[in-house]
């Protein structure tokens, strides 16, 4: 991201952010995946050694077995060719467990309902959380893999994913599984559940996806908690774009909070204005819609008819892993601290409240953009960067 910011961010008293006014905690639910990054990423703009790029070798010299080691391409053997390997690094991923890291770093208490693997990645995954104060008494010791998601960047930085499934843990949930919130609470006695997050990949893929959608149709219509929900599209693994989208417009219906990028609005409703689709979001009965617009900033759209435009503050691109997840983190951490986090509230946000949580949400995408994959700030970390932009 590179454009100059046009939102307020100067920070005020308190650090630049207002303190908890214990509403309760966030559940997130979604999956918590293993991403395969590459291990030595470049800035854009310079030149990373190939790896192709074979090394210096003495024609006929003897590798460790005594074999003759040929052309360096090769592999050690003449007239073989094997590709160059591939360094990559195991980093804890997955956009409802990011968002889930993100809020906790914000001093948000939050949960996570995921699928954990029982051997494997799994327990890592879960410690990786764990870690991070996430309270996982939501969760499911699953006796299927966890999943793997190969990560491949541009020369922009900009990241895309391969993920290999289906028949891992993240996407097998049943109605048993999922938390029952008929009453707000929370598991273990600590703070009741005042809002839900879902979205990314748990809507594509059975026999979960069916599962969620019902599940977020109850919640909306009980009414207790406020529903947020991210799609953040996968297509590739989409098999019948019209049945996903029947199923998404489910999930925008049950939702009080919806955010999805320009990208997410192409990939699912081909040459439509993301405008024209986030009213048609609000007419189905979401208070507020947000698309977020990469180097662009975010727009939010309020069904009072507000509306408001932030751009990010300059920065040195790294990588675009995990900026969507941060904005939401945000998002909903901003809700928290000013007691905004329920649906009366969501429903009747003045410009004022718009704006501020849209230009915090937009500084913590940027500032993650800035490092190194997933990473989202903490409190001081973003006020800090809020304050000098």
């Known amino acids: 991201m590179t454009s100059a910011g046009s939102g307020n961010f100067g920070a005020d008293s308190n650090d630049g952010l207002a303190v908890e006014d214990g509403s309760g905690q966030i559940l997130v639910l979604g999956e918590c995946l293993v991403d395969l990054a590459p291990a030595s990423a470049v800035p854009p703009g310079e030149t990373a050694p190939s790896s192709a790029d074979p090394p210096a070798t ?133 703070p009741p559940v005042r809002a839900v997050h879902t979205g990314s990949i748990v809507l594509v893929l059975e026999p979960g996806a069916s599962a969620i959608a019902n599940w977020l149709t109850t919640l909306r219509r009980q009414g207790r908690v406020l529903v947020s929900f991210d799609p953040n599209v996968r297509l590739g693994l989409v098999d019948d774009l019209v049945v996903y989208r ?35 979001w609000l007419a189905l009965g979401v208070p507020l819609v947000l698309i977020t617009e ?18 990010p503050p ?33 429903a009747s946000l003045t410009e004022a409240d718009l704006n501020g949580a849209v230009t915090q949400a937009v500084a913590a995408s940027a500032l993650t953009c800035s490092r190194r994959g997933a990473d989202p700030p903490s409190r001081l970390e973003l006020a800090r960067f809020m304050g000098q932009k």
Do not use: M
């Open 246 to 280: 029947q199923r998404l417009t489910s999930a925008v219906r049950s939702a009080h909070v919806v955010k999805a990028s320009n990208d997410d609005i192409e990939a699912v409703y081909p040459g439509r204005a993301p405008k024209a689709v986030a009213e048609e």
């Open 58 to 190: 003495t024609p006929g010299a003897e590798d460790a077995a005594g074999i003759g080691s040929g052309d360096a391409t090769t592999g050690g053997v003449a007239g073989v060719w094997r590709p160059p390997p591939q360094h990559l690094v195991a980093l804890p991923g997955g956009g409802p467990a990011n968002v889930a890291v993100g809020l906790a770093r914000l001093g948000v208490p939050s949960a996570f309902a995921g699928r954990f693997s029982r051997r494997g990645f799994g327990p890592w995954l879960r410690d990786n959380l764990a870690g991070n104060g996430i309270d996982l008494g939501f969760s499911v010791d699953a006796g299927e893999d966890a999943t793997l998601a190969l990560v491949t960047l541009d020369s922009d930085g900009r990241a895309a994913y391969t993920f290999y499934g289906p028949t891992t843990a993240d996407w097998q949930w049943a109605p048993e599984e999922l938390p029952d919130l008929g009453e707000p609470r929370s598991v273990g006695g600590g």
């Open 314 to 346: 300059p920065i040195q691109l790294a990588d675009t892993i995990g900026a969507g997840d941060a904005f939401t983190s945000a998002l909903l951490a901003y809700f928290r601290d000013h007691g905004l986090l329920n649906p009366v509230a969501i």
């Open 294 to 311: 990469g180097p662009d900033g975010a727009t939010a759209y309020h069904q009072g008819g507000n509306s408001t435009h932030c751009q």
